[in-house]
């Protein structure tokens, strides 16, 4: 039986399996990035922004969907945000390479942002605080990468790029299953 008023946050689609991929291309993406550092942090960067430019889309896709949820607006605005990071980290390698904490600060932060808001308005599901904890790592994870970018530590900005995709992955994989539709 098909309920009424669908009360999905992230909404319910039949191509949630789109948003699984991109996940687990990103986990992928991450754990590459991981164990070949010397693949080169512009290679990364480029493969990153290809991702988040994926993303991007598939999030449009969503917020402009016949099924979308209650949070419709947060897909919207994280699509263009990363659809507009990912173009501009594939657009020049110099300037990704100088920009790229930045960038993904910014993401993470509106992301864990997103994550606070969705876990507080959703206090009634038995498992909100798990999005609690979410927004607050990956906030967490944005204020890292700050950080990183200001000392200019290479290193530590690989660390965290591949902890972070890889992170963001799951995230985003697990997310995909609320998405399913109810038969």
Not at 122 to 136: E, K, P, Q, V, Y
Not at 150 to 159: I, K, R
Request: a neutral charge.
């Amino acid at each position: 039986m098909k309920p009424i008023v669908d009360l999905s946050y992230l909404g319910r689609t039949r191509a949630w399996w789109v948003v699984l991929i991109v996940g687990i291309l990103m986990v992928l993406g991450g754990f590459a990035y991981w164990f070949w550092p010397a693949a080169g942090y512009a290679v990364a960067s480029q493969i990153f922004g290809w991702l988040l430019v994926l993303a991007g889309i598939v999030q449009l896709c969503v917020a402009a969907g016949p099924n979308h949820g209650k949070g419709w607006g947060w897909w919207l605005a994280g699509g263009i945000i990363d659809m507009f990071i990912g173009f501009m980290l594939v657009r020049s390698i110099i300037l990704s390479e100088a920009v790229l904490p930045y960038f993904l600060a910014i993401i993470f932060i509106f992301w864990g942002a997103e994550a606070l808001i969705s876990a507080c308005t959703r206090t009634s599901r038995r498992f909100w605080w798990l999005g609690l904890i979410n927004g607050i790592l990956l906030c967490l994870i944005g204020c890292f990468f700050l950080e990183a970018g200001y000392v200019s530590d290479m290193m530590m900005v690989s660390f965290l790029t591949s902890i972070a995709f890889i992170y963001w992955g799951f995230t985003i994989a697990i997310a995909s299953y609320e998405m399913k539709p109810v038969e």
